[in-house]
């Protein structure tokens, strides 16, 4: 199975701010990385797919880069629903796992 | 808009099969890959694994020997069986629409939590 990392584990930050949280796989996994957000008590939501492109709905302050075995979400300014964990996924060769989480506070 | 639900037993006892099912409104249940995932407490989702419309499936290696979901058009309906539970397999059991085959994940279920405990 591919092995994905992220770091860090939890960020502390204020509304406004702009955030970068890392993913690494394994292997090379191309470009077929998801990243989702979670709230607590609810379903992942999906952020971007193939590393870069934004789903449907998801606010422009959201994106995705990178190729191969390292990743970067960033969100441009934080705003306080973007409060919540964070899980990459790669998606090149089931069983699709999932990182650890990064929990995104507000400090 | 498309709406997924899950039901099922919310306790299950070791050893024992669990029986979910997910019933989709206001869409089609054809041309999508329909989609089971999980989430440990306090841990990562985990992938279960999918079934097409064209009845093609493919599992998590780590349940394949476990697992088999299966597809009803006529209801609208999939459903996960998850044989010999233990307590490892304790989570929250989602459904879900992947567009794809890739976990493009566009719709989920609200999720339903799953014990076991004798």
């Known amino acids: 199975d591919f092995q994905m990392t992220q770091s860090p584990s939890s960020l502390s930050a204020s509304v406004g701010d702009r955030v970068t949280i890392t993913c690494r796989a394994s292997?090379?996994?191309?470009?077929?990385l998801n990243w989702y957000q979670q709230r607590p008590g609810k379903a992942p939501k999906l952020l971007i797919f193939?590393?870069?492109s934004l789903q449907s709905g998801v606010p422009s302050r959201f994106s995705g880069s990178g190729s191969g075995t390292d990743f970067t979400l960033s969100v441009s300014s934080l705003q306080p629903e973007d409060f919540a964990t964070y899980y990459c996924?790669?998606?090149?060769?089931?069983?699709?796992?999932f990182g650890q989480g990064t929990t995104l506070e507000i400090k | 808009q498309v709406q997924l639900q899950e039901s099922g037993p919310g306790l299950v006892k070791p050893s024992e099969t669990l029986s979910l099912t997910c019933t989709v409104s206001?869409?089609?249940?054809?041309?999508?890959?329909w989609t089971w995932i999980r989430q440990p407490p306090g841990k990562e989702p985990e992938w279960i694994g999918y079934?097409?419309?064209?009845?093609?499936?493919n599992y998590n290696p780590s349940l394949k020997s476990r697992v088999t979901i299966s597809l009803d058009t006529s209801k609208n309906q999939f459903s996960l069986n998850l044989r010999s539970m233990t307590a490892a397999d304790t989570a929250v059991y989602y459904c879900?629409?992947?567009?794809?085959?890739?976990?493009?994940?566009?719709?989920w279920g609200q999720g339903t939590r799953v014990t076991v405990s004798s």
């Open positions: 879900a629409r992947d567009r794809d085959g890739y976990s493009r994940i566009d719709y």
């Open positions: 206001s869409g089609s249940i054809t041309s999508y890959y």
């Open positions: 079934i097409h419309d064209s009845g093609s499936t």
């Open positions: 292997q090379s996994i191309s470009k077929y």
């Open positions: 193939t590393a870069s």
């Open positions: 996924q790669q998606t090149y060769s089931p069983p699709y796992t």
